[in-house]
């Protein structure tokens, strides 16, 4: 059922992610031509604990399923520690009338490669 | 801040250090004029103000020719200590593609796919702590667009 595709792994002290999102994007322009509302991800936060190491907004602009790669420095991470991400997406009609709804989606994966 | 800390979730106590400037949250609800801008030149501007930008350790990279216009792989690096990073593009309906509030300890490498509707730049600004605002940018050809679907 995941929506994520979560892959996480500390090489040294970087902790090195790839995360995989099941979502549509619908850009304003593709819900017009198919008659449903825009929906696209607007934020992306990735958290280790406390720590956040990913912090995004983003457009209707990123790819079908986006892929996203980043990095962050291990320090005080400890074998057990899950990268926890989490994507709000907006639902807007196509003629960008109204209000946008918003919804958080979140999961987490535990990070491998930590002592 | 009740907004950004309900966002966060967990930790009743969250000293989490959270930068004094924006976080890339709030890029979208105080800023929405960088998202509905259809230059990168306004983009820029609703998102950083009048800014100068100087060259620096900062990178854009992307395949010059991209054969799926759907999927262009962008990967942005930098060694600089930034507070926040954002990108653009000038073949797209509008110009801004995403923002990044780089966090303590984040290491500025990121790749990520996006659409282009066809061959243009794709611009990174990447705001420094030390104030200054560095510039990079990468022309590209797009065999097929990418916003049709």
């Known amino acids: 059922m995941g929506k994520m595709k979560i892959k996480a792994k500390v090489k040294g002290d970087v902790l090195k992610a790839k995360i995989q999102i099941k979502h549509d994007m619908l850009t304003y322009d593709q819900a017009k031509k198919k008659g449903k509302q825009a929906n696209f991800i607007t934020h992306i936060t990735g958290k280790v604990g406390e720590k956040v190491v990913l912090d995004m907004s983003t457009s209707q602009f990123l790819s079908k399923n986006p892929i996203l790669k980043f990095q962050a420095k291990a320090d005080g991470m400890k074998k057990g520690d899950k990268l926890e991400i989490t994507y709000t997406e907006v639902f807007f009609n196509a003629d960008k009338t109204g209000e946008g709804k918003y919804e958080d989606v979140t999961e987490a994966k535990k990070i491998k490669g930590l002592k | ?149």
Not at chain 2, 25 to 43: G, N
Not at chain 2, 78 to 93: H, I
């Open chain 2, 1 to 149: 801040m009740m907004e950004r800390r309900k966002f966060l979730g967990l930790g009743a106590a969250l000293f989490v250090a959270v930068p004094a400037s924006l976080s890339a949250l709030d890029f979208r609800k105080e800023k929405p004029a960088t998202w509905t801008a259809k230059k990168v030149d306004e983009s820029i501007k609703a998102l950083y103000g009048d800014i100068k930008t100087v060259d620096g350790d900062i990178k854009v990279k992307a395949p010059k020719i991209a054969s799926n216009g759907g999927a262009v792989p962008v990967t942005v690096t930098s060694g600089l200590e930034l507070k926040s990073l954002a990108v653009f593009q000038d073949a797209n309906p509008e110009a801004a593609i995403a923002a990044f509030t780089i966090p303590e300890g984040a290491i500025v490498n990121y790749t990520f796919k996006i659409k282009m509707k066809g061959s243009g730049e794709i611009t990174v600004i990447g705001e420094g702590k030390d104030g200054k605002f560095y510039k990079a940018s990468q022309k590209l050809d797009v065999a097929l667009g990418g916003c049709e679907g």
